[in-house]
Structure formats: structure tokens, C-alpha cells
């Protein structure tokens, strides 16, 4: 494709570059409107300049694509309500024999998971568990939290549902979903061993540190179903019992911070009432509950040191402390009503949620038989995710809300904008510049051109740069007569 005339070239070039602020710094100062709707300017820009014409902006949009991820997105919802994710989140913790294997099994379960389930999703979910684990085991998150990051990423290129890259990549080379996932397969198993190995020697000596005698191994720990919350499509958050008493009731309490006089009217013997009615709240709600020892272990040591404080400490109102304790007997009651409605579900409800849990895995099994099969992907996709709403039997707004919208909207405008940008000529010529010492038919072509695309999916972030390449590698399949070049640009 030939340069187009001057003036175009510098409007589609600005309006591509507006795209690309806002979508790699999405709140920057002097325009925080975020990715969503710096794609959707990029795009507008894109027509009102007359980069593009409307018809050509409509036509840029691939409805494909958009249809494959949606599908994805509502399986993923109705796999969450279905329990999947936690148990993946118990399968990290099973039998687990140390700090090391916990990694391990993180970078392994997150590559698998996020190959079917996508990375963003598996990552989302997951890290309320890796979280959960971490700070029951007295462990630091950082290595666990890196090594589901870096091993989902990973784990993802697989397939072609993994993540968006490789969604456009597969549904624009037509490579079928089986020859994919044979061909990236390898390299994705060599690649988690590659990271586990790495995060190991990395932290290998923060992972052996020994834990003190009253913390619970690893070994031991297992999460439990109602500890961790479940995922919404929504940023993660951890509001256990634990991390919401540590705002109000996790003080700095020592023998020295404060004298029973301080506590007003009552004293000690007030906190101290408020901890045996507490404690036995506990003990008949639901006495095996780790979460809620815990926290009357933490309650105890606070009435303790409330005791037993020789002088006076003004800067520890006692109100946050009574509050504290009242913010726990109020999280005791919830907790325990609802675990008591969980133990009087009647054998036909029960029966009932386990029929519609096996409904939901037989469907997303049966999907992912069809995808292997060869069958059109978005519209595979599409009939198992409305199997479940069917199957669900019951009104589907609250699950198609889940559903991010945002990113669907953030691709329409995306595919406007880079299909603008390609039209002024500047990807094409940059391409005819190193297409001939990018060839794949020699190593040192394949390493350039695995250079270039590193560099531009750093830059311009993958899914640009999956759309500009995408031409080009079909290009240079049709001339080598290989189907190695889609693998590459998916690497």
C-alpha cells in the first residue's frame, strides 16, 4: 500500500497517537478518561478526520471476534457461579508439602486454567486464593503473586481463547483450534518450567525461611468454601473476616500502650464482657472455623494487654476498641446465620444445585470437544453460553451484567483506529523495511522478527499489534507456504 497524501497521514497519525496514550496511560492528567473511551476518540477521530469513511470504520469492526469473547466472558461467569474457581483455589493448597511446591503448583494450575478460562479472568479469580494462602501460611505474596501473573500469561498463548491476542490471531488466519494448541503447546509447558525455575532461584531463600510453631504448614491448609469471595468481574477484593476486623480492631496493643483506667466506664471488665459474649458466639456458630479463631484470638490478646498495661497511653481511644469488638460479634451473627441456612438446605435444593453445577461443566466441556473438533469458534462459543443462560432457568440480566462491556466497546474502537492507521501507509512501508531480514526460513530472521514484535507489543501494546501484523502474516504464509507465521505473531 502506497503512502497516502501528506495530510492524511498526519491526521490518522495523530489520531492513532491520541489512541495510544490513553490506551497504554489511561489516567493521564490532561485527558483521564480511560481505554474505553480513549479508543472510542481514536476512532471518531479516525472518521471525522476522514482518515476512514463510516462504512469503512463499520466494516473495520470484527464481529467475530467480538462474538468469541463474549461467548468466553458468559461461560467464565457461569463456570464462577458453578464453583470452578474454587476448586482450582483448593486444588493450590491440597496435600501441599512447603512454601516451594505451593509456588510451583501456582505457576502450573494458572497456565492450565488461563489456556480454556483466559488469563484475565484465571488471574482475577485467583488471586483472592493466592492471597487467602499467603497470609494464612505467615508467607510473603510477592513470589506467589508474580508467579500467577507471569505463568497465566504464559499458560494463555496456547489456545485461542486465552486471550485477546490469540483471539485475533485464530479467527483471522483461520487456524483451527487443535493445530494451535499443538503447536504452541510445547513451547507453553517449556516456558512455565522456564518461569518456575527462575521465580525458585529468585526467591529461594525467602521461601525457606521456617515459620514460627503456632502457624499452620501448608501441608495442612486448606481453603475453605465460604472463606473466599468469589469472583464478580470486578477487582478483586478480600473482605474476610480477618481483613475487615484489621481496620478497627488490629491495633498496636502492648503491655505498655494502655491502663485499664482509660477504657472509660467499666474498664477492663467491659472489654472483657464483650469478649466472653463474643467467644461464645463463636463457639456455637461455627466452632471449626479458622477465620473465626483467629479472631478471637486476636480479641483475647487485645482484652489482655487492656489488663494488664501498667500506665496510661491517651493516644488509644477506647471507643475503637469496643467498636471493634462489637464489629466482630456483628460479623459472628451474619456468619453464622448464613452457615446455618447453608446446613438447612433441603435434599432437593441440594440435589437440584448439584444437577445445574454438572449441567455447567458438561456444557463447557462439550464446548471445548467442539472447538477441538474444528467448529466455528465464536459461534461454538456463542451456543454454549446461551445453553447455560437456558439452563439456568431464570431471568439472565444479573449474569449478562458481569459481562465486561467496556472491553467489548474498547476492541470496536480499537479496530477502527488501527484499521485508520494502516490506511495512511506507515505500517505497510515499516514492514516493507524489514520484511526482507524477517523471513522465517532462517534462524536470524526469526529472531528478528520475534524482536520486532516484542518491541511493538511493548510499545503499542499486543492486540495493535496483532491487528497491524495480520496482513502481513498472512502474506508471508501465502509466500512460504507454511502456517508457522500466525504460531509466531502469537509467541
Not at 99 to 115: E, G, H, M, T, W
Not at 192 to 211: D, M, P, Q, R, T
Not at 445 to 474: E, K, M
Amino acid at each position: 500500500m502506497a503512502m497516502a497524501p501528506p495530510v492524511k497521514v498526519v491526521l490518522g497519525s495523530l489520531a492513532f497517537g491520541i489512541f495510544w496514550v490513553l490506551a497504554v496511560f489511561p489516567a493521564v492528567p490532561f485527558m483521564p478518561i480511560g481505554r474505553t473511551a480513549g479508543s472510542l476518540l481514536g476512532a471518531m477521530l479516525m472518521v471525522i478526520f476522514r482518515v476512514i469513511s463510516p462504512d469503512e470504520a463499520y466494516a473495520a469492526i470484527d464481529l467475530p471476534i467480538l462474538g468469541l469473547l463474549f461467548g468466553t466472558m458468559v461461560v467464565s461467569v457461569f463456570l464462577e457461579r458453578a464453583d470452578m474457581f474454587k476448586h482450582l483455589g483448593k486444588l493450590l493448597s491440597w496435600k501441599s508439602r512447603g512454601a516451594k511446591d505451593l509456588l510451583f503448583r501456582i505457576c502450573l494450575i494458572s497456565a492450565i486454567s488461563s489456556a480454556f478460562f483466559t488469563n484475565d479472568t484465571c488471574c482475577v479469580v485467583l488471586t483472592e486464593f493466592v492471597l487467602k494462602i499467603a497470609r494464612q501460611n505467615n508467607l510473603p505474596p510477592q513470589p506467589f503473586l508474580l508467579a500467577l501473573a507471569s505463568s497465566a500469561n504464559i499458560g494463555s498463548a496456547s489456545t485461542p481463547i486465552g486471550n485477546p491476542q490469540n483471539l485475533v490471531i485464530a479467527v483471522q488466519s483461520g487456524v483451527p483450534f487443535e493445530k494451535f494448541l499443538a503447536g504452541i503447546l510445547p513451547a507453553m509447558l517449556v516456558g512455565v518450567l522456564v518461569n518456575a525455575a527462575i521465580l525458585l532461584g529468585y526467591f529461594w531463600k525467602i521461601l525457606s525461611v521456617e515459620k514460627d510453631e503456632e502457624i499452620v504448614s501448608i501441608a495442612s491448609e486448606v481453603v475453605a468454601d465460604d472463606e473466599v469471595n468469589s469472583h464478580r468481574f470486578s477487582p478483586a477484593t478480600m473482605s474476610h473476616l480477618s481483613s475487615a476486623m484489621s481496620q478497627e480492631i488490629d491495633l498496636p496493643i502492648d503491655a505498655n500502650s494502655l491502663h485499664s483506667g482509660d477504657l472509660g466506664c467499666g474498664g477492663g471488665d467491659h472489654i472483657r464482657s464483650q469478649h466472653n459474649t463474643c467467644e461464645n458466639e463463636i463457639q456455637s456458630g461455627s466452632s471449626g472455623r479458622t477465620e473465626l479463631t483467629k479472631a478471637s484470638s486476636l480479641s483475647k490478646e487485645m482484652v489482655e494487654g487492656a489488663a494488664i498495661s501498667p500506665r496510661r497511653d491517651e493516644h488509644v481511644p477506647s471507643r475503637r476498641i469496643v467498636r471493634g469488638t462489637s464489629n466482630l460479634r456483628n460479623t459472628v451473627r451474619e456468619e453464622s446465620s448464613s452457615h446455618s441456612s447453608d446446613d438447612k438446605e433441603d435434599p432437593v435444593t441440594r440435589w437440584k444445585r448439584i444437577m445445574w453445577k454438572t449441567s455447567v461443566y458438561l456444557v463447557t466441556l462439550g464446548m471445548l470437544v467442539a472447538l477441538l473438533m474444528g467448529l466455528n469458534m465464536s459461534w461454538t462459543a456463542l451456543t454454549a453460553a446461551l445453553a447455560l443462560v437456558v439452563l439456568d432457568f431464570k431471568d439472565a440480566r444479573p449474569c449478562l451484567e458481569k459481562v465486561s462491556y467496556s472491553l467489548l466497546i474498547f476492541f470496536c474502537g480499537m479496530f477502527i483506529t488501527v484499521d485508520g492507521f494502516n490506511k495512511t501507509g506507515i505500517p505497510t512501508a515499516l514492514w516493507d523495511f524489514v520484511e526482507p531480514y524477517s523471513r522465517i526460513d532462517n534462524a536470524s530472521g526469526v529472531a528478528l522478527l520475534g524482536l520486532v514484535i516484542i518491541v511493538l507489543s511493548n510499545v503499542a501494546s499486543n492486540v495493535p499489534t496483532d491487528l497491524f501484523l495480520r496482513n502481513f502474516a498472512v502474506h508471508a504464509d501465502e509466500v512460504e507456504n507454511t502456517d508457522a507465521s500466525p504460531t509466531i505473531h502469537c509467541l
